[in-house]
């Protein structure tokens, strides 16, 4: 027996009795579940519907609007092989060097081949079956449009996508013609991009390696004990990839066994003797050397900052540095080279920082610092005059 009888047999019997609430129809003129309430059955009735109009409701969220072209184009930097998405522009060979001794030179070399462990741009031709291969621009990329797309997308290091696309142009000129591409005449652009054709564009196949490497898959890999020994063959310290810590060069200057107390009274008596009386600077500097000195610091801006708000970097705030001693920017961790040349009593007067940017690692065995040095005295008397113009 049924526990509705009343509700079955209105049905089965077609009675005409007045439904009760319960069994009102649903909004819509759907009938109502028997069982729900009114409100309930308008709720289900609702979920229905909106389920069906699900995909139409789902396409318009009221938010946002469609991207304008210039909003795109400021995200779209790549370019292709083919030279599309490249900009209109051209540079010559000559503004190309310029232009990379003022903003690349000072970590690429004044020919594009690499200050200490900066990377080289030039050279590497016929090496690349060897076992440490150079590969450069000239010797390594296939396609000119990468080097146009990473030089105007990151370079130049700590002031990137400052170039405009005739400096980029004239840029990649210039490596091209230190990698004996080109001639000194050439210009590059837009127009004349695919004229130019990398040596290595054909020393690449398209990785096939899954199925031309599958019979070296292991259907069952090794998760443990995959390795009989693991031998160390190099320290990251000797490869000069791990900076050198403070405690760790204190550490090596004490004597073993020696108590930490016993380097203070060294330490009293250093600060005992006088000080070296920093030397005279000129009253008045010359404007016009003052302001050439400015545009020769650019080869330094990469690593140095000079002046209001300026801030160690990779290398030392130069602020005060002409007639100061040696590693005078508090908070910055100098070379031991530099740290010993500061215990010496070196003093950054006009004729040392003359000779040290002449030929840094020639002058200071072990510095840290890459540049190769400015090769013009004038640009070294420069220099020297626009940092006395914060010294004083």
């Given at each position: 027996?049924?526990r509705?009888?009343?509700r ?13 609430e ?13 069982g ?17 109009a ?49 903003k690349c030179a ?7 081949e ?81 004229e130019?054709e ?7 196949i398209?990785?096939d ?6 019979h ?6 090794c ?17 000069d ?14 004597p073993?066994?020696?108590p ?42 990469a ?32 070379s ?22 002449a ?22 008397e420069a220099?020297?005059a ?7």
């Amino acid at each position: 027996m049924s526990r509705f009888p009343n509700r079955l047999n209105n049905r089965a019997e077609g009675s005409a009795r007045p439904r009760a609430e319960s069994e009102a129809p649903a909004q819509g003129g759907g009938r109502a579940l028997p069982g729900l309430s009114a409100g309930r059955n308008i709720l289900l009735a609702v979920s229905l519907t909106a389920l069906g109009a699900g995909p139409v409701a789902a396409e318009k969220f009221g938010l946002g609007r469609p991207a304008l072209p210039e909003e795109i184009a400021a995200w779209d930097l790549d370019v292709a092989s083919d030279g599309t998405g490249l900009p209109a522009g051209s540079g010559d060979v000559f503004t190309g060097e310029e232009v990379f001794a003022e903003k690349c030179a000072v970590c690429h070399g004044d020919f594009a081949e690499g200050v200490g462990n900066w990377p080289k741009l030039a050279g590497g031709q016929g090496t690349l079956d060897h076992e440490d291969p150079l590969k450069t621009v000239g010797s390594y990329w296939p396609y000119l449009s990468t080097t146009w797309d990473y030089v105007n997308r990151s370079m130049p290091f700590g002031n990137a996508q400052s170039l405009t696309p005739d400096e980029v142009y004239a840029i990649v000129a210039y490596i091209l013609y230190s990698n004996d591409l080109v001639d000194d005449e050439f210009v590059l652009s837009d127009e004349t991009f695919l004229e130019v054709e990398l040596p290595n564009a054909d020393g690449f196949i398209l990785d096939d390696r899954q199925e031309a490497e599958k019979h070296f898959w292991n259907p069952e890999p090794c998760m443990e004990n995959c390795k009989d020994s693991v031998e160390i063959t190099m320290r990251a310290m000797v490869l000069d990839v791990t900076p050198e810590e403070e405690g760790a060069e204190a550490a090596a200057e004490t004597p073993a066994g020696a108590p930490a107390g016993d380097a203070a009274p060294v330490q009293d008596a250093a600060a005992e003797q006088p000080a070296e009386e920093p030397v005279q600077t000129a009253a008045v500097l010359d404007p016009e050397l003052v302001a050439q000195g400015e545009k020769t610091f650019k080869k330094c801006k990469a690593c140095h900052q000079v002046g209001d708000g300026a801030k160690s970097k990779t290398g030392p705030v130069l602020n005060g540095i002409v007639g100061a001693p040696a590693g005078h920017a508090e908070g910055f961790r100098y070379s031991k080279a530099m740290a010993a040349a500061a215990e010496d009593g070196l003093v950054w007067t006009e004729a040392e920082l003359a000779a040290f940017l002449a030929k840094p690692k020639s002058y200071m065995k072990g510095t840290k610092m890459s540049f190769a040095g400015l090769k013009k005295d004038s640009d070294i008397e420069a220099v020297i005059a626009y940092l006395q113009s914060y010294s004083q």
